[in-house]
């Protein structure tokens, strides 16, 4: 549905955590006023509506993506199936109900739990800025195929982390600056980069707020059974240890390495 300048400006000062939320509530009415596009009258009225019954639109959880499947060249990894898993974890865990037992007064948004996956280390869903952050990752290595030296994987690169001192010695990856985005595997005409290992990093701990934290990174690339595992520990240790609405990333933070160690114990052996 087109949008109007003026209401495309209009929804860029709705907070961003709900912005997608009322995006589609705002298209949802214009089509049921039978309109094409989308005005600043549309969204005047569609935000009022929102904001009037926000309490019946908050589930406890929101799950967030990037663009995925809708065309986005830059996917180190395929993860539709895994968002859709970790979204009916969610569903189970019955947050709201558990949510509306811990706060005083009504549960709102900046209350739910928030799980976001991004395809990338682009990371356009903000995972370094929620309680669970996933990262697509392709790990890349050096095959036994000759390199033809033609440098695509040097152009590919945004890190500078792969150079060729020359065709014979083939691509090397500094591992220190690799990002593990795979670019350079796609790059490569010959198949002399693949990716070695293809899953997901996992963050924990991000908020925003009046006491923002970025998400610390569990060490380990993971298969998707994996990430749900973890996704479902966190959660337990969550329900356990949250009163009175706190956010994880505030038990995170307040108990320093303890479930980083707890873990990064549970799941050494099943890193990629």
Same mark, same amino acid.
């Given at each position: 549905?087109?949008?109007?300048?003026?209401?495309?400006?209009?929804?860029?000062?709705?907070?961003?955590?709900?912005?997608?939320?009322?995006?589609?509530?705002? *298209?949802?009415?214009?089509?049921?006023?039978?309109?094409?596009?989308?005005?600043?009258?549309?969204?005047?009225?569609?935000?009022?509506?929102?904001?009037?019954?926000?309490?019946?639109?908050?589930?406890?959880?929101?799950?967030?993506?990037?663009?995925?499947?809708?065309?986005?060249?830059?996917?180190?990894?395929?993860?539709?199936?895994?968002?859709?898993?970790?979204?009916?974890?969610?569903?189970? *865990?019955?947050?709201?109900?558990?949510?509306?037992?811990?706060?005083?007064?009504?549960?709102?948004?900046?209350?739910?739990?928030?799980?976001?996956?991004?395809?990338?280390?682009?990371?356009?869903?903000?995972?370094? @800025?929620?309680?669970?952050?996933? @990262?697509?990752?392709?790990?890349?290595?050096?095959?036994? *195929?000759?390199?033809?030296?033609?440098?695509?994987?040097?152009?590919?690169?945004?890190?500078?982390?792969?150079?060729?001192?020359?065709?014979?010695?083939?691509?090397?990856?500094?591992?220190?600056?690799?990002?593990?985005?795979?670019?350079?595997?796609?790059?490569?005409?010959?198949?002399?980069?693949?990716?070695?290992?293809?899953?997901?990093?996992?963050?924990?701990?991000?908020?925003?707020?009046?006491?923002?934290?970025?998400?610390?990174?569990?060490?380990?690339?993971?298969?998707?059974?994996?990430?749900?595992?973890?996704?479902?520990?966190?959660?337990?240790?969550?329900?356990?240890?949250?009163?009175?609405?706190?956010?994880?990333?505030?038990?995170?933070?307040?108990?320093?390495?303890?479930?980083?160690?707890?873990?990064?114990?549970?799941? *050494?052996?099943?890193q990629l």
């Amino acid at each position: 549905m087109q949008w109007s300048s003026e209401a495309n400006t209009a929804i860029k000062k709705v907070p961003f955590f709900v912005r997608k939320k009322v995006r589609s509530k705002v *298209e949802a009415y214009a089509a049921e006023k039978g309109k094409k596009s989308v005005g600043i009258e549309d969204v005047n009225a569609a935000r009022k509506r929102f904001m009037d019954n926000m309490s019946s639109e908050v589930r406890g959880f929101s799950v967030d993506t990037c663009f995925g499947s809708g065309g986005c060249p830059n996917r180190a990894v395929e993860s539709d199936g895994l968002i859709a898993a970790v979204e009916s974890l969610l569903e189970k *865990e019955d947050l709201l109900t558990f949510l509306r037992s811990q706060v005083k007064g009504e549960v709102k948004f900046h209350h739910e739990f928030r799980v976001t996956l991004a395809d990338c280390p682009n990371a356009c869903s903000q995972p370094q @800025i929620k309680d669970i952050g996933i @990262i697509g990752a392709a790990v890349p290595g050096v095959t036994d *195929e000759p390199c033809s030296g033609c440098l695509a994987c040097v152009t590919a690169c945004h890190e500078d982390a792969v150079t060729v001192a020359d065709e014979d010695a083939g691509p090397e990856i500094d591992r220190d600056r690799c990002v593990d985005c795979g670019k350079c595997v796609t790059a490569c005409p010959t198949g002399t980069l693949e990716a070695r290992k293809k899953g997901y990093r996992v963050l924990l701990g991000g908020k925003l707020g009046r006491h923002p934290r970025l998400a610390r990174e569990l060490p380990g690339i993971y298969d998707e059974a994996t990430v749900l595992e973890i996704v479902g520990k966190c959660l337990t240790h969550y329900k356990a240890r949250s009163k009175k609405g706190a956010r994880f990333a505030e038990i995170v933070w307040a108990e320093g390495d303890e479930l980083f160690d707890r873990l990064g114990k549970m799941f *050494e052996s099943r890193q990629l």
